[in-house]
């Protein structure tokens, strides 16, 4: 079983920046946590879940969706037990404001080419308020 747990959202004006984390982590021990990419999607109260950002699990690979590019960074850090991917969001404007799930996306399926389609695990999910 992988479980991701996000954390770091919070109220931020306009122009700020906040970083928000996932920590991947796997059991029974030892688990495998580089069978999966992860990715950053957002949800808006009455609007479908959509993609933001995608790291594959070695952080080779990045991908981001044109709302976010330039404004938002997405990074990998691992030791033998997690893996936390960050998305460091900068520039925010108001209608970044959405819940922020990170998921895990199996690399055998694909992984980032596929991650807005074929997550298998999600986080709780964190919320990310930008307004004056």
């Known amino acids: 079983q992988l479980q991701l747990v996000e954390s770091g959202g919070g109220l931020v004006q306009p122009g700020g920046s906040l970083r928000v984390s996932c920590v991947a982590s796997?059991?029974?021990?030892?688990?495998?946590?580089?069978?999966?990419?992860i990715g950053w999607f957002r949800q808006v109260p009455g609007k479908e879940r959509e993609g933001v950002s995608c790291i594959s699990i070695d952080g080779f690979a990045t991908t981001y969706e044109d709302s976010v590019k330039g404004r938002f960074a997405i990074s990998i850090s691992r030791d033998s037990a997690k893996r936390t991917v960050y998305l460091q969001m900068t520039s925010l404007r108001p209608d970044d404001t959405a819940v922020y799930y990170c998921?895990?996306?199996?690399?055998?399926?694909?992984?980032?080419?596929?991650?807005?389609?074929?997550?298998?695990?999600w986080g709780q999910g964190t919320q990310v308020t930008v307004r004056s």
């Open positions: 998921a895990a996306v199996p690399r055998a399926q694909g992984g980032c080419t596929f991650y807005k389609t074929r997550a298998q695990y």
């Open positions: 796997g059991y029974p021990l030892p688990y495998n946590l580089d069978l999966y990419d």
